[in-house]
């Protein structure tokens, strides 16, 4: 069965702190694996895709790696900002826009 | 990117009514999708929206409960008919972009429906 489990559940850091979300996956055949970033009660926004030969990929402040081999995936925010505090969910997919399987998000909380 | 527009963006349904939610993208796609996200949980795919022809329903999903309109390559609409409470989530418009070096999602807004 495809499964997505992130880790933690929910995380509070501290403005200006670093932060890396975890994904584990057990999707089979495994294609690609997006992160998301969702704001309360809005749509997903996407941060970066990475295909299954790619190890790392950045947008911004944001770093996601891979490693398929292992099928873990995580998500390094680097200088957080208030703006970061959203849900953040882990989306591999086993090929075709209707294989994606989404995980449940961590839901990240950035205090002043 | 694609700009996805979706309407309403919120309303409060009464119980056995439907509402019809309709999605607008500012250039033509091949592919649109319906989402649903029930409070706390992860997206759920309620079916791909196709043009020209009957939309195709994952499991769990029926075309008397959703049924879809795809007139064009920039239009489609959801409707959630007789509506429960069960029924109180986010509906969300999606449809494939190419970013980078692969494809990806682009999600509307969302509708956020609480059925009372």
């Known amino acids: 069965k495809n499964q997505v489990e992130q880790s933690p559940q929910s995380l509070i850091i501290l403005e200006g702190k670093n932060c890396t979300l975890q994904?584990?996956?057990?999707?089979?055949?495994?294609?690609?694996l997006r992160w998301y970033k969702q704001d309360t009660g809005r749509g997903p926004v996407s941060l970066t895709i990475?295909?299954?030969?790619?190890n790392t990929k950045s947008n911004g402040r944001y770093t996601a790696t891979l490693d398929a081999d292992t099928k873990q995936s995580s998500l390094h925010i680097t200088a957080s900002q208030l703006s970061d505090s959203a849900s953040y969910i882990c989306v591999p997919d086993s090929g075709g826009y209707n294989k994606l399987i989404f995980g449940a998000g961590t839901r990240l909380a950035v205090h002043p | 990117s694609a700009v996805i527009s979706q309407k309403p963006s919120r309303d409060i349904c009464q119980r056995g009514t439907s509402l019809t939610i309709q999605c607008q993208v500012d250039s033509q796609v091949t592919m649109m999708f319906w989402y649903r996200q029930q409070p706390g949980q992860s997206l759920t795919l309620i079916a791909t929206?196709?043009?020209?022809?009957?939309?195709?329903?994952e499991s769990g999903f029926v075309i008397d409960k959703f049924p879809i309109s795809r007139p064009n390559l920039t239009f489609s609409t959801l409707t959630v008919s007789n509506m429960s409470p069960e029924d109180s989530s986010i509906y969300l418009c999606s449809v494939e972009g190419v970013v980078d070096s692969g494809n990806t999602i682009y999600f509307g807004e969302g509708s956020w429906l609480t059925v009372v």
């Open positions: 990475m295909t299954f030969s790619e």
């Open positions: 994904c584990n996956y057990t999707v089979s055949p495994f294609s690609n």
């Open positions: 929206a196709n043009q020209g022809s009957e939309a195709t329903y």
